[in-house]
């Protein structure tokens, strides 16, 4: 079964800077690609990134590039994304979710869930001063 929890989100000011985690079991993690996406109130789902199963390559929209860092530690079987230059914007619920492969890294323009497997139940990012 397989499993995926987020931790680390909270509130942060402008220009701050905040490191999520998750956790995830239940499958070869180094066998699939990850993404972190995020869905702020009233707003659809937005892809801000991804990184292949061996973590060789990460990806990311330009609303993120440069501010924030996606990495993975496939020993522990943990996904992490690093945010720096925090803007209000970048308020939401963020998700980590699981690819179908492990080069597959769907961007979500769809705005469809379907596009991974499985997300995890998402940590609450807020900025705000």
């Known amino acids: 079964q397989v499993q995926l929890e987020e931790s680390g989100g909270g509130l942060a000011q402008p220009g701050g800077s905040l490191r999520l985690s998750c956790a995830a079991s239940?499958?070869?993690?180094?066998?699939?690609?990850m993404s972190w996406a995020r869905q702020a109130p009233g707003k659809g789902l937005e892809w801000v990134g991804g990184?292949?199963?061996?973590?060789?390559?990460?990806y990311y929209p330009p609303s993120v590039e440069g501010r924030f860092t996606i990495s993975r530690d496939n020993s522990e079987n943990m996904l992490y994304l690093e945010m720096n230059g925090l803007i209000s914007d970048d308020t939401a619920l963020y998700y980590c979710?699981?690819?179908?492969?492990?080069?597959?890294?769907?961007?979500?323009?769809?705005?469809?869930?379907?596009?991974?497997?499985?997300w995890g139940q998402g940590t609450q990012v807020t900025v705000s001063s």
């Open positions: 979710a699981k690819a179908r492969g492990p080069w597959s890294i769907p961007t979500l323009i769809s705005g469809q869930r379907s596009e991974y497997s499985d």
């Open positions: 990184i292949f199963g061996d973590g060789t390559s990460t």
């Open positions: 239940g499958f070869s993690f180094s066998d699939y690609a």
